[in-house]
Structure formats: C-alpha cells, structure tokens
C-alpha cells in the first residue's frame, strides 16, 4: 500500500464574492496543518441556499482566480462548478478521495456551516469521511452537542493557539481560532446594494474591488 504523500485541503464556499476573511483562512490553515496544496472550492449552487440564487459561476470564479493570483500555494478547484448543478459535499468529498486516494484531504469550514451541519446531506458520513477543519468566527459559539457520539470523539479542540498532534489515521475534526475576522460575504453584497458602491474596500482583495465595480455586481 503505498504511503500518504500530500496533506491537501479544500475549503468549501458560495465565494459571493471571495473576501480577506477567505484568504486568512487559506494561509493560517496551510501553515498550522502543513498543507502542501489548498483549494477554493467555489460551489455551483449550495443546496443548503436552494432559495437564494448566487452570482454566476463565471463572476465568483473570475473573483477568486483574481485573489488567489498573488498567493502561488492557494488554487482554485473547479470540481463543483464542472458539474453545473447543486452538488451535496458528500458526492464531492467521496469523488476527492478517489482523486486523491493516497493524499491526506483536509476540508474547511466556518463556524456557521458546523452550526447547521445537521442539514447538510448525510453529514454524519461526510464529518467522518476526511479530516476537517473548522474556523470558529466572531458571533458564532462553536458547541459540540448537536453532533453524535461517534463524530464527537473525533474532536480536537485547538482553540488558544494549541498546534494539531500527530495525525491519527482516521481522520479528526479540528476545532481551530487560527483566524479572527469578522467578514461576511453577505455585508458585502448589502454595502453596495445600499448605495450602488463598495464602501468596505478593506474587506476585500484591490482587483476583487475592481472587479466588481467594473461588471457592476451586487446592485
């Protein structure tokens, strides 16, 4: 059997659009784990927002090779976007692991997705399926109740500063506040829906800025 070669992470998104708080996530979680590749994976249309259309898949991934243009070991993985429809994470996690069968696959969520993981579709096999990183975030309480016993031991809390242990050989959740920013995609989209400008230039990348003045998204 051969070895585990790479430890490589992707980390799930809508992306609309793809803000500062994304990228401080990219780099503090290929630091603390050792990631040797990280992908944004932008989703086609995340089934748990079947109501809330998002921008079109050109736009958020145009955004996204823009931001990560200037960061060489973050990439962008086209994996959900390529099928062109609502794509559960269980689907993409089980074609990831054939893809990559002797890498170690790390997949990164924020706080809000492990607070309403028991929507996801067969969560308890998609926690148990890889390892998993969650990013706690201002305002959300990361809380270990609502998951089942069998997800609960895999747990490794590392919030205050602690560094992962050796990996296990099955997989674990990791509970990390690596990176604490208050960025929300959807303030973005609300701060020029207000007035028809960006106003919050900061939370964002200069050319994703741009990008969205000069195609006039989110008015």
Do not use: Q
Not at 34 to 62: G, V
Not at 118 to 143: C, F, K, N, Q
Request: a negative charge.
């Amino acid at each position: 059997m051969n070895s585990i070669t790479r430890r490589i992470a992707f980390y799930g998104g809508t992306f609309d659009p793809v803000h500062c708080g994304h990228l401080a996530v990219s780099k503090a979680v290929s630091e603390l784990f050792r990631i040797d590749e990280f992908f944004l994976l932008p989703a086609f249309h995340a089934p748990h927002k079947p109501n809330s259309k998002p921008t079109s898949a050109f736009h958020r991934y145009a955004m996204l090779c823009l931001a990560t243009a200037a960061h060489p070991k973050i990439a962008v993985s086209t994996i959900e976007l390529d099928h062109g429809k609502i794509r559960y994470s269980f689907d993409t996690l089980a074609e990831l692991r054939s893809s990559f069968p002797n890498d170690r696959i790390f997949f990164v969520m924020g706080a809000d997705s492990w607070t309403d993981i028991l929507t996801w579709h067969r969560w308890e096999e998609v926690l148990l399926m890889t390892d998993h990183v969650v990013i706690s975030r201002p305002g959300y309480a990361i809380d270990f109740r609502h998951v089942t016993d069998v997800v609960r031991e895999r747990i490794v809390d590392l919030r205050g500063g602690a560094s992962p242990p050796p990996l296990e050989k099955r997989p674990s959740i990791f509970i990390t506040d690596a990176v604490n920013m208050d960025v929300s995609a959807t303030e973005i989209r609300n701060d020029v829906l207000e007035d028809d400008v960006l106003d919050r230039t900061d939370d964002v990348p200069p050319e994703v800025a741009k990008y969205i003045e000069k195609y006039e998204l989110y008015k």
